[in-house]
């Protein structure tokens, strides 16, 4: 079984497609990368994934379970952090912890939050409000709320945007230790190319809504001739090499 | 690691997670507490000197109106309260922009639209108690000698907010942060059609039946009949109970399918904006 089978996705927006037919598994386990320029369609794609939008057209499985018919069953089992969504400012860390846990059911909540507090390093943030954390502060105390349930799929939308590369690199680490200890499926949505590299097994590049290509990293990098990620990304970017498209 | 395996405890534990949620938010700002009483017992001291001074002016008919006149702010505020306290309760949390997780948690709906509803009531307990206590205080005034038809009374002034917010909701759902103003407004733009500090008769009679349409007018009439002629207008809470039923279906056919446009159109990923 499949921890994430999308076919046939396509969301409508008026005249604007902003996805158009796309279609990816994800193995349990494995970490996608979502990768893709402004407009792309990977926020649209997250958020249909998380039955925050309903699609034009197409099928999302997720753990088993169809987002059209089945989406609670599904989202008991699922988290998701992103910068761009925030948790309320005036509650204490701890407090914010404490909801989410009740929200996603989770059972011995005191006990979840100290070890979730032990392993991100928060025991000294518990008391304080979130809004008067530091960005690097925040994204691991986002990190907590979306680890509370400990969830079989994570959908982390940019999940070091705006961190320091000290911040990001131990927020990286802890992520592919909480993937291997768990075995929990990620799909990551991101700018930062090496982490893309270094997090990813498997990579899928958007553009105009379209899947224009994918693969593991390192294939990526053999069929464009490059180094990095990044040089692949403006290639597709700026149409300089047309590679047969998957979609 | 996960909860209960009851699905009403499941449901109950989501239900009290977002109600924790936003009682914490009070433990952290006594201003927001304090707030919650302001209005009422502002409203209280305002109408309840003034029906004091016409009693003094023109004596005991003036004074059981005065008696009418305390009982209709006290009561209305109960709606108000009611209503206000669950639409803003919704707004805390696009103002805190945290809406995007709740919705991508197992809470569900008719979970969201409970926690609400606890929330108001909650709220609506913390404005009306003290200005009630201030009303027996200050004018010798008690609310309570009613008797317990009080409580069918407050019932349905607090369904009928609950309509009138689910409905607000509904819209802030839809058109975002800019229906705001309506968590403020909408309630007093029927207070003249609620019959509060007047009957119905008092109205024009092309306008009586838009008055008979709103429960609250029937409540009033009622709290009138208990006041002056101490007598129970069973069938004006009837009215008002039947009323209250279509209200609350039309609000949450509304909400169903603003919940559902909005899910569509994708505002729920800028209703903060």
Redesign the interface.
């Known amino acids: 079984m499949t921890a994430i089978s999308v076919t046939g996705l396509s969301k409508r ?1 008026g005249d604007t497609l902003a996805v158009d037919g796309i279609a990816f598994a994800v193995a349990p386990g494995e970490t996608l990368g979502l990768l893709g320029g402004n407009g792309a369609g990977k ?2 794609t997250i ?1 249909m994934l ?5 699609p034009t057209s197409g099928r999302i499985s997720i753990l088993g379970h169809d987002m059209a018919t089945d989406r ?1 069953a599904a ?2 089992r ?1 988290n ?1 952090s ?1 910068p761009y ?8 860390v701890a ?1 914010n912890l ?11 909540i005191d006990a ?1 939050i100290a070890e979730l507090a032990g392993q991100l390093d928060l025991d000294t943030l518990m008391d304080r ?1 979130a809004g008067e954390l530091s960005a690097g502060q925040k994204t691991r105390v986002a990190l907590a ?1 979306s680890l509370i ?2 969830p079989d799929v994570l959908l982390l939308d940019e999940p070091t945007a705006s961190l320091d590369p000290d911040t990001g690199d131990l927020v990286r680490g802890w992520l592919e230790r909480y993937r291997a200890e768990s075995g929990c499926t990620i799909l990551l949505a991101s700018h930062n190319m090496a982490e893309v590299e270094r997090l990813c097994s498997q990579v899928l590049m958007l553009k105009k809504g379209r899947i224009v290509d994918r693969g593991a990293p390192q294939d990526l990098l053999d069929r464009y001739g490059r180094d990095d990620l990044e040089q692949v990304f403006l290639d597709i970017a700026r149409d300089r090499q047309h590679p047969e498209a998957v979609a | ?4 395996t009851s699905p009403i405890m ?1 449901s109950g ?2 239900i ?3 109600m ?2 936003h009682l ?2 009070f433990r ?2 006594w201003p927001r507490l304090l707030e919650l009483a302001y209005w009422p017992v502002l409203q209280m001291c305002i109408w309840g000197f003034t029906a004091s001074f016409l009693a003094t002016r023109t004596g005991s008919p003036a004074a059981l109106a005065g008696g009418a006149l305390l009982g209709g702010v006290l009561l209305w505020e109960v709606s108000l309260r009611s209503q206000m306290g669950m639409s803003i309760t919704f707004l ?1 949390e696009i103002w ?3 809406l ?9 709906p008719f979970e969201l639209v409970t926690a609400l509803v606890a929330m108001s009531a909650i709220r609506m307990m913390a404005g009306v108690i003290p200005a009630a206590l201030l009303a027996w205080a200050l004018y010798a005034f008690n609310l309570f000698a009613i008797g317990p038809v009080l409580l069918l009374f407050f019932v349905n002034l607090m369904v009928m907010g609950w309509a009138v917010a689910l409905a607000v909701v509904s819209l802030i759902l839809r058109h975002g942060a800019g229906a705001e103003a309506l968590a403020w407004s909408v309630l007093f733009g029927l207070t003249p059609f609620a019959a509060v500090f007047y009957p119905v008769s008092v109205l024009p009679t092309w306008l009586q039946p838009v008055a008979f349409a709103v429960p609250a007018s029937h409540v009033f009439e009622g709290m009138r009949a208990a006041l002056l002629d101490g007598t129970i207008a069973w069938d004006q809470l009837a009215w008002a109970s039947g009323i209250n039923v279509v209200w609350l279906i039309g609000a949450a056919v509304l909400f169903s399918a603003q919940f ?1 446009v909005a ?4 505002a ?2 800028s209703i903060g904006e």
């Open positions: 927006y926020t649209t958020a998380l039955g925050l939008l309903i609670f989202l008991a699922m998701f992103s969504v925030a948790l309320p400012g005036r509650l204490s407090e404490r909801v989410y846990a009740h929200l996603y059911g989770v059972r011995r979840r409000p709320k349930n400990r | 690691m996960m909860g209960p499941a534990q989501r009290w997670g977002l924790y949620r914490a938010l952290r700002s805390e805190s922009r945290n995007g997780h709740v919705f991508v948690s197992p809470l569900r559902q899910r569509r159109s994708g729920l990923l």
